[in-house]
């Protein structure tokens, strides 16, 4: 069992920054590949990244590639989510999920569905707006 506490939403002008982050406790967190997705208003869930168990290969998305980038810090059993250049079209509920196997990624759908990941954090806002 696993618990995912997101944090770091909030306003921000386009262009802006912001850095999520995602605690996990319970389960060894070094263990589990990693994901984060949003969900927009009205709009379903969007697959944005994913980061293997020793943070040595991550999956960017196409719609935020070279402006997100995915890490993690084992010792802190923590995963981030550093996104630069904000545009309108990232607002959006953002959480961060886990595989459901040790060493296992995730097999995810199109459109993805919440029971492709086995546990989900509360979700943080992200507003993206002038």
């Known amino acids: 069992q696993v618990q995912l506490v997101e944090s770091g939403g909030g306003l ?3 262009g802006g ?3 999520l982050s995602c605690a996990a406790f319970g389960d060894p967190f070094k263990d589990y590949w990693m ?9 379903g869930l ?3 990244a994913d980061i293997n168990p020793d943070g040595s290969v991550t999956d960017i998305a196409d ?5 997100f980038t995915v890490s993690r810090d084992n010792t802190k059993n923590t995963l981030y989510l550093q996104m630069n250049d904000l545009k309108t079209e990232d607002t959006a509920l953002y959480y961060c999920a886990r595989a459901f196997l040790r060493n296992v ?3 995810l759908r199109s459109p993805l569905r919440k029971s492709d990941l ?3 954090g509360q979700g943080t806002p992200v507003t993206v707006s002038s």
């Open 118 to 120: 086995a546990s989900w």
């Open 35 to 43: 994901y984060w997705v949003r969900q927009a208003p009205e709009k």
């Open 63 to 67: 719609s935020v590639k070279g402006r």
């Open 17 to 19: 920054s912001l850095r």
């Open 46 to 48: 969007e697959w944005v």
């Open 105 to 107: 990624p995730a097999g």
């Open 12 to 14: 921000v002008q386009p």
